[in-house]
């Protein structure tokens, strides 16, 4: 397997790959719907963007390092023989 | 391990759902501010104060002005409205056309509570200045106008009723 520059940091099995893409998603999701909900009831969109900016920077720190949870399920290989 | 979702791809699909995602909620708040009544209470204008003087340097007239504005700002100000800019516009003729900002402002939406106050008397900006020695008596009108600029959206200009007046029949001094 080539090992590119980003490998460098390390790699995910296919259950932490599956809970990556769901965690970013709901994060995102759910604080742009709240900071949405605070900017209707306060008149401030400026609050929308910040959930969007800061919920964005937290999921990229979440799902760009290969955590220790998004390695505990590794693949059984099978046997040479 | 597949590249469906290295690590790039897990940077570029995180960064781009937020941004999507921000996109359209500022889409919701665009059409949200359709179905949100703007008004704007102006209650009168009047110019109450004028000064023509004869410019005889430059051979040409210049009026200067003061003028009392009675509105309410408050309700203007929805989720979307950034800052609006507001001009009083004196139209006339001598004999084209001529339309002449002497006073603006621009308010933006944290600036509110003071500018209810300070818009009760106001002295003109800038002078009305013609090119010869045509102004005396002049019928004109005045009228407020002002451009909302939105967070998300298009520019919009809207304007009050046009108020009469007319200029000096001699010069004030």
Redesign the interface.
Known sequence: MAKGFWNVLGEIDYEGQRLAEKLYKYIIFISCIIGFVISIITKQFMYTGYAALFSTCFSIVLTFFPWPWYNKHPLQWATSD | ??M?????A??N???F???W??AA??A??IASSFFIEQKFDVKSVSVTNMKLYKNTRYNWDEADMEFTLNADLTDI????VKLIYLYLEIDYFNPERNQVIVWDKIIWRDQLKQIKVELTKNKGKYLIKTKSYDLIGRNATATLKWEVIP??GFVYKMQSESVPMQFLEKYSY
């Open positions: 391990m597949g469906m979702h290295n690590v790039t897990r940077l699909s995180s960064f759902f937020g941004v995602l921000l909620l500022a919701l708040n100000f929805n989720w979307n967070i998300t």
